[in-house]
């Protein structure tokens, strides 16, 4: 009872204070007498005992309801009797794309969905898209690329995902890739280098890779250059090492060879490793030979006559050579080429004997016949050494007669010829013996006039030449 005397409630019974439960007992906030106070929200004491409940709270006990509506608690039966509140994601996210005055993606800011934390919505901590990617909407980023344009400017899209663009001779699939904007041979290049020869990678130019730089010389890797077939000193289908066309060297032949008049060849020219061509020099064939037809010139002729040499020449013994169409006369004076002969004839026209005389006969051993009606010489000589005969041949002189009759020919060593073996003045004999070294010319008894070697003057009374030597 209380100090009125009235009764006071028990335990479980309703109540509307403290004071008005009995002793030792509470009035819990749903109105009943509680064991205790039994305040929290997810408690009830309906049968005077406080217990967790679940659910929402009962009346009296609050709310679990929170500052948001996506965050709001319920009551689980946990012992305390507090809300159990969600810890998932609130509000909404956002996603802003800024671009700079060229309208291009510069940054990103997002603002992902905030968190419940005990009934309120905790908003998200700005940020910006990963992967340098932009936005996809008003509320989210892209989770990939699939150009470009997806992406943050800077950047490329490759294989989905956006990265840096590369620096001047990385490694490149295409323009889009490199930081300005010029792939050439795979690799990122200094300028666009589109010019002909010209190239970015070491192994088109042996500079290192994306400096755009000369391919290198005798190379055409991307076949810019073409091989020029109707100029000989054209462009030869490879570049110069210079950044152009290279063209055809100094080693090759131009223009047309030609051969005129008396053989004066003129040879093919050379290029001049320009584009031009440089004409041959004009000058005699070799060897004195004549020409061949309208470009070459002859390499043979009939030994020991003038055929197949130019005028006032003679072919040598070999046949390959013409040489001057003269024979020493006197004191060694050459017969001068006039007439398209030369050959040297001695002769005397005067009685007493006491000199001689020399003129220019045609070639081939014409005899000099005498030239006055006084006793005199006739010489006919057909050779003047060794060199003027066939092979195996020598030429022989001798003195034919009292009368100096004089001869030279090309015949076979003695004594298989016996043109050596001479009567002279005073019947002395004259032998020509080719095998000595050098041949010796030896006479079977001393005479005044030949002497007993060539080496001596034979005829020396006459002041004329030894002419009586095998050569």
Same mark, same amino acid.
Request: glycine share 14%; hydrophobic share 25%.
């Given at each position: 009872?209380?100090?009125?005397?009235?009764?006071?409630?028990?335990?479980?019974?309703?109540?509307?204070?403290? #004071?008005?439960?009995?002793?030792?007992?509470?009035?819990?906030?749903?109105?009943?007498?509680?064991?205790?106070?039994?305040?929290?929200?997810?408690?009830?004491?309906?049968?005077?005992?406080?217990?967790?409940?679940?659910?929402?709270?009962?009346?009296?006990?609050?709310?679990?309801?929170? +500052? !948001? @509506?996506?965050?709001?608690?319920?009551?689980?039966?946990? &012992?305390?009797?507090?809300?159990?509140?969600?810890?998932?994601?609130?509000?909404? @996210?956002?996603?802003?794309?800024?671009?700079? &005055?060229? *309208?291009?993606?510069?940054?990103?800011?997002?603002?992902?969905?905030?968190?419940?934390?005990?009934?309120?919505?905790?908003?998200?901590?700005?940020?910006?898209?990963?992967?340098?990617? /932009?936005?996809?909407? @008003?509320?989210?980023?892209?989770? !990939?690329?699939?150009?470009?344009?997806?992406?943050?400017?800077?950047?490329?899209?490759?294989?989905?995902?956006?990265?840096?663009?590369?620096?001047? %001779?990385?490694?490149?699939?295409?323009?889009?890739?490199?930081?300005? %904007?010029?792939?050439?041979?795979?690799?990122?290049?200094?300028?666009?280098?589109?010019?002909?020869?010209? @190239?970015? *990678?070491? &192994?088109?130019?042996?500079?290192?890779?994306?400096?755009?730089?000369?391919?290198?010389?005798?190379?055409?890797?991307?076949?810019?250059?073409?091989?020029?077939?109707?100029?000989?000193?054209?462009?030869?289908?490879?570049?110069?090492?210079?950044?152009?066309?290279?063209?055809?060297?100094?080693?090759?032949?131009?223009?047309?060879? +030609?051969?005129?008049?008396?053989?004066?060849?003129?040879?093919?020219?050379?290029?001049?490793?320009?584009?031009?061509?440089?004409?041959?020099?004009?000058?005699?064939?070799?060897?004195?030979?004549?020409?061949?037809?309208? *470009?070459?010139?002859?390499?043979?002729?009939?030994?020991?006559?003038?055929?197949?040499?130019?005028?006032?020449?003679?072919?040598?013994?070999?046949?390959?050579?013409?040489?001057?169409?003269? #024979?020493?006369?006197?004191?060694?004076?050459?017969?001068?080429?006039?007439?398209?002969?030369?050959?040297?004839?001695?002769?005397?026209?005067?009685?007493?004997?006491?000199?001689?005389?020399?003129?220019?006969?045609?070639?081939?051993?014409?005899?000099?016949?005498?030239?006055?009606?006084?006793? %005199?010489?006739?010489?006919?000589?057909?050779?003047?050494?060794?060199?003027?005969?066939?092979?195996?041949?020598?030429?022989?002189?001798?003195? *034919?007669? /009292?009368?100096?009759?004089? +001869?030279?020919?090309?015949?076979?060593?003695?004594?298989?010829? $016996?043109?050596?073996? &001479?009567?002279?003045?005073?019947?002395?004999?004259?032998?020509?013996?080719?095998?000595?070294? $050098?041949?010796?010319? #030896? %006479?079977?008894?001393?005479?005044?006039?030949?002497?007993?070697?060539?080496?001596?003057?034979?005829?020396?009374?006459?002041?004329?030449?030894? /002419?009586?030597?095998?050569?």
């Amino acid at each position: 009872c209380d100090a009125t005397g009235a009764c006071k409630a028990t335990q479980g019974q309703t109540c509307q204070t403290a #004071m008005s439960c009995a002793s030792g007992l509470s009035c819990s906030p749903d109105g009943h007498c509680c064991n205790t106070a039994c305040t929290g929200p997810c408690q009830s004491c309906e049968t005077g005992t406080c217990q967790p409940v679940t659910g929402a709270p009962h009346t009296g006990h609050g709310s679990c309801a929170g +500052s !948001s @509506a996506e965050c709001a608690g319920s009551c689980t039966g946990v &012992a305390d009797g507090q809300c159990t509140w969600p810890t998932t994601a609130c509000g909404q @996210a956002s996603c802003t794309t800024l671009t700079n &005055a060229q *309208s291009q993606p510069v940054a990103t800011n997002y603002v992902p969905r905030g968190s419940c934390n005990a009934g309120s919505c905790v908003a998200g901590a700005p940020t910006s898209c990963s992967g340098n990617l /932009v936005c996809a909407s @008003a509320t989210a980023c892209k989770t !990939s690329c699939t150009g470009d344009a997806d992406c943050l400017t800077g950047n490329v899209c490759l294989g989905g995902a956006c990265i840096g663009k590369k620096g001047t %001779g990385s490694s490149c699939g295409g323009s889009n890739e490199c930081q300005l %904007g010029n792939c050439v041979d795979g690799f990122c290049c200094e300028s666009s280098c589109t010019a002909a020869c010209m @190239a970015c *990678s070491q &192994a088109k130019t042996g500079s290192a890779n994306g400096y755009c730089r000369p391919v290198s010389a005798g190379s055409d890797p991307d076949s810019e250059c073409a091989a020029d077939t109707g100029d000989p000193c054209g462009h030869d289908g490879m570049c110069d090492g210079a950044g152009g066309c290279r063209y055809r060297n100094t080693s090759v032949s131009c223009g047309t060879a +030609s051969c005129t008049g008396e053989g004066i060849y003129t040879p093919l020219g050379h290029c001049n490793g320009a584009g031009s061509c440089i004409p041959g020099t004009a000058g005699p064939c070799p060897n004195n030979m004549p020409c061949a037809s309208a *470009s070459t010139c002859a390499t043979t002729c009939t030994p020991l006559s003038t055929t197949g040499c130019i005028l006032g020449y003679k072919c040598a013994a070999s046949g390959t050579s013409c040489v001057l169409a003269t #024979m020493p006369c006197g004191a060694n004076q050459a017969c001068p080429i006039a007439n398209g002969g030369g050959e040297c004839c001695v002769y005397n026209p005067s009685t007493s004997g006491t000199y001689f005389a020399e003129v220019c006969i045609s070639a081939g051993g014409t005899t000099c016949e005498q030239t006055t009606a006084q006793l %005199g010489q006739y010489v006919d000589i057909q050779c003047h050494s060794k060199a003027d005969c066939p092979a195996g041949q020598v030429c022989c002189a001798r003195v *034919s007669s /009292v009368i100096f009759g004089w +001869s030279a020919k090309c015949v076979p060593p003695y004594p298989a010829d $016996p043109f050596c073996h &001479a009567g002279g003045m005073n019947g002395a004999v004259q032998l020509c013996d080719p095998t000595g070294s $050098p041949s010796e010319c #030896m %006479g079977a008894t001393p005479d005044d006039d030949f002497g007993t070697s060539c080496t001596g003057a034979a005829f020396a009374d006459y002041g004329a030449p030894d /002419v009586a030597t095998c050569q």
